[in-house]
């Protein structure tokens, strides 16, 4: 019997047992299991909810749910009250860059940033704002160290994928990708990464198989939406492109490129309306 089946077990015979229902949560979003953990953390009385580990269990679903919004509360709640760790500062620091917000997240970041060595979390998590900044180079640079000390970190190889893809390197971003999923087989950004990658080949069928694959554990996430829809606008189904299109552009209200493909989706529908408010909008943002 494997250790996630026992846990689930256990807590059925004594789910008062909050100890028990914090270890089940991480196993199960350890396993990829969302939904369940999700579901598990929304049974949890208001007092269970007022301790800091429980909160960060909180967060954790969201961040699992790339629902960054609903993590930063939870995460900000623990930070004011004191707590001082690590993962937590992590945490907040990475749904704050979730949210676009890349100097909030790199001011919580920034005392942490001298532990990236011992801690290959605050390596990835700055790698993460300095992709953000455009700096390719020296977020690659922190991630080949990453890797080279640790093959078997599959997020490393999938940030990695995405870095060389944004430096046009896409090559090394196919076998980055194809590390990272090789070590963990729906590991977002690789995911992105190669739907990326096959929208700008013209294949539209193997690009929409990985946003849709992504967007399975993470429907909230902005790129998986855009390049969802973009792959089904490839495809000509600007009717089923739409409402993704729509979606991605309030997840990314700044990402001028999803506004152009909402309103190309919409003239191709012939909403002139609608398309002339999505040009508006990108014109607004720039």
């Known amino acids: 019997?494997?250790?996630?089946?026992?846990?689930?077990?256990?807590?059925?015979?004594?789910?008062?047992?909050?100890?028990?229902?914090?270890?089940?949560?991480?196993?199960?979003?350890?396993?990829?299991?969302?939904?369940?953990?999700?579901?598990?953390?929304?049974?949890?009385?208001?007092?269970?909810?007022?301790?800091?580990e429980c909160l960060f269990r909180v967060g954790r679903c969201a961040l699992a749910r790339a629902d960054y919004a609903a993590a930063v509360n939870p995460l900000r709640r623990i930070v004011e009250n004191g707590v001082d760790e690590p993962a937590v500062h992590h945490d907040l620091a990475y749904a704050l860059l979730g949210m676009g917000d890349v100097d909030g997240a790199e001011t919580i970041l920034a005392p942490l940033v001298p532990q990236s060595i011992v801690i290959p979390s605050i390596g990835l998590l700055h790698a993460r704002v300095l992709h953000y900044r455009r700096r390719y180079d020296d977020a690659a640079l922190i991630l080949e160290a990453i890797v080279s000390e640790r093959a078997d970190n599959a997020e490393a190889?999938?940030?990695?994928?995405?870095?060389?893809?944004?430096?046009?390197?896409?090559?090394?971003?196919?076998?980055?990708?194809?590390?990272?999923?090789?070590?963990?087989?729906?590991?977002?950004?690789?995911?992105?990464?190669?739907?990326?990658?096959?929208?700008?080949?013209?294949?539209?069928?193997?690009?929409?198989?990985?946003?849709?694959?992504?967007?399975?554990?993470?429907?909230?996430?902005?790129?998986?939406?855009?390049?969802?829809?973009?792959?089904?606008?490839?495809?000509?189904?600007?009717?089923?492109?739409?409402?993704?299109?729509?979606k991605a552009s309030h997840a990314m209200p700044g990402h001028l490129g999803t506004w152009h493909a909402l309103a190309w989706?919409?003239?191709?529908?012939?909403?002139?309306?609608?398309?002339?408010?999505?040009?508006?909008?990108?014109?607004?943002?720039?």
């Open 1 to 52: 019997m494997d250790r996630l089946t026992e846990l689930r077990n256990f807590f059925r015979q004594d789910p008062e047992n909050a100890s028990l229902a914090l270890d089940l949560v991480d196993a199960l979003l350890g396993e990829g299991h969302v939904d369940e953990a999700q579901a598990l953390v929304n049974t949890w009385t208001d007092a269970w909810l007022a301790r800091p």
């Open 265 to 286: 989706s919409a003239l191709l529908e012939g909403d002139i309306g609608a398309a002339r408010a999505s040009f508006d909008s990108a014109l607004a943002a720039d």
């Open 157 to 246: 190889w999938g940030l990695l994928a995405m870095i060389e893809l944004d430096r046009e390197g896409f090559d090394a971003a196919g076998f980055a990708a194809g590390r990272a999923l090789s070590l963990s087989s729906n590991q977002p950004d690789a995911l992105a990464a190669l739907g990326t990658l096959s929208l700008a080949r013209f294949d539209a069928d193997n690009s929409y198989a990985n946003f849709s694959r992504l967007l399975e554990s993470q429907p909230h996430n902005g790129r998986a939406l855009a390049g969802a829809g973009e792959a089904l606008l490839l495809r000509g189904d600007s009717q089923g492109a739409r409402p993704l299109l729509e």
